[in-house]
């Protein structure tokens, strides 16, 4: 399967986009790691989620020591978007992403959902954000229990042979949605690829609890197969624990393939069906461990919260201890 734009197509029109992307990088507040007792050359930005851009909010958050937000607002003209920008850079806040979030791609809905996305990735571009997170498919066929995931699939066409070792018959019409959802994602992609690139917004992917793609290296092979650097992983530190340790995620992605992070944890429990969202620090996650993946495959840029249990300032100091290396909860 060829998938045809690709960044050299788009280098002429995308200059102003790129510069956009970069300002991304400069931005105040990097995390100092000295009293760790730990050194890291990464560099994490903490960023919280907003509905909307308004002076009040900004500065609220940037006097408590949030860099960045990630804005659910997608669906906003470009004069909208540019105004709020100015609003959020007049308080020192960067508006890093955009949520358009789920799309019905492998539905009938497929072709409504592409204009949406372009909307959003118009709209990114005048917040000033970097990316857009997509969440291109779902289906409601949930498979195997999630420690049965045996994956095996084309690597030349991504399209799943078998899920389970042994008799997959039990799971024949999961492997069919999950092949026409990976059929889709790259149909309704390949429009929406030279829009990013126009504008110079990375398409994020990101795999929530839609059944899709639900191992490590099937989901890296997936984001990976689109060959282009407008096209990455939004991944969610804490969304995947039920299939695999958050460790082995971030090391099948590897730098190149992450364009951001969302943080939140999950406790593992197998008698419930794999368990459940908690606080952060109150999961299965070993943060520590993460920081230190996270410094090895060498990702730089903004952890945004989509967690709840605590105040604003509390997770400030979350963001500070995780991005030092320390417990996530010590002196919150």
């Not at 009293?35 to 960023?47: I, V």
């Not at 960045?68 to 020192?92: M, P, T």
Request: with cysteine.
């Amino acid at each position: 399967m060829q998938h045809q734009w690709t960044r050299r197509d788009f280098m002429t029109k995308t200059a102003l986009g790129m510069g956009a992307a970069a300002l991304a990088t400069n931005i105040k507040g990097f995390a100092a790691t000295a009293d760790s007792g730990k050194s890291y050359k990464t560099q994490l930005h903490k960023g919280f989620i907003v509905d909307s851009i308004n002076a009040e909010t900004m500065e609220r958050l940037a006097s408590i020591g949030v860099e960045g937000v990630e804005v659910q607002k997608w669906d906003v003209d470009v004069e909208e978007a540019r105004e709020a920008r100015k609003i959020a850079e007049a308080a020192g806040i960067k508006i890093h992403s955009v949520m358009r979030a789920w799309t019905n791609f492998n539905t009938e809905s497929a072709e409504a959902d592409v204009e949406t996305v372009k909307r959003a990735l118009r709209a990114a571009a005048a917040y000033g954000a970097s990316s857009v997170l997509l969440v291109p498919c779902r289906i409601g066929n949930p498979g195997p229990a999630p420690w049965d995931f045996k994956v095996e699939y084309d690597p030349s066409t991504l399209m799943l042979k078998k899920v389970v070792d042994g008799d997959n018959a039990p799971y024949a019409e999961y492997i069919k949605l999950h092949n026409e959802a990976t059929d889709a994602s790259y149909r309704c992609m390949e429009p929406l690829i030279p829009v990013a690139a126009y504008e110079g917004v990375t398409i994020g992917l990101e795999n929530v609890w839609n059944n899709l793609w639900c191992a490590p290296e099937f989901y890296a092979a997936f984001v990976k197969s689109f060959d282009n650097v407008w096209v990455k992983s939004y991944f969610d530190l804490g969304n995947h624990v039920k299939y695999a340790k958050t460790e082995d995620w971030l090391r099948a992605l590897g730098k190149d393939a992450i364009v951001k992070l969302h943080i939140k944890d999950f406790l593992f429990d197998k008698e419930k069906g794999g368990g459940s969202f908690v606080s952060i620090g109150t999961g299965s996650v070993d943060w520590v461990s993460v920081r230190d993946v996270i410094e090895e495959i060498g990702y730089d840029g903004f952890v945004t919260n989509e967690s709840g249990g605590y105040s604003d300032e509390q997770f400030v100091k979350i963001f500070d201890n995780f991005f030092a290396g320390r417990a996530v909860l010590e002196d919150v």
